[in-house]
């Protein structure tokens, strides 16, 4: 089992900056590909980004695109969401999840292991 917990979210103004942590334990998170989702009030959850297991690869939701960062670091049993220019509708809950397979998917079904979220809210 992996355990999933999430951090770094707040109130940020418009065009401003929060980065989120992700710390796993239970298992070594080296094997996983892993992603940021997001939801916000009665909306679906969507995909934001994933990162492969080594780093090598990363993909973005288009709305995100050249905004937000993810990253990880094996070592210490991270990942992280980096974002920038934030928007109002960037507003949401953002939940990081692990997904056993090497390779990105971007499949909400496709993660087995989820955090409990944290809170972001930009405001105009």
């Known amino acids: 089992q992996v355990q999933l917990v999430e951090s770094g979210g707040g109130l940020v103004q418009a065009g401003g900056s929060l980065r989120l942590s992700c710390a796993a334990s239970?298992?070594?998170?080296?094997?996983?590909?892993m992603a940021w989702f997001r939801q916000a009030p009665g909306k679906e959850r969507e995909f934001v980004a994933a990162i492969s297991w080594n780093g090598g690869n990363t993909y973005y939701a288009d709305s995100v695109k050249g905004r937000f960062t993810i990253s990880r670091d094996n070592a210490k049993n991270t990942v992280s969401l980096q974002m920038n220019s934030l928007k109002p509708e960037d507003t949401a809950v953002y939940y990081c999840?692990?997904?056993?397979?090497?390779?990105?998917?971007?499949?909400?079904?496709?993660?087995?292991?989820w955090g409990q979220g944290t809170q972001v809210t930009v405001s105009s």
């Open positions: 239970g298992r070594t998170i080296s094997s996983y590909a």
């Open positions: 999840a692990a997904h056993y397979e090497f390779r990105i998917v971007t499949a909400r079904s496709e993660y087995a292991y």
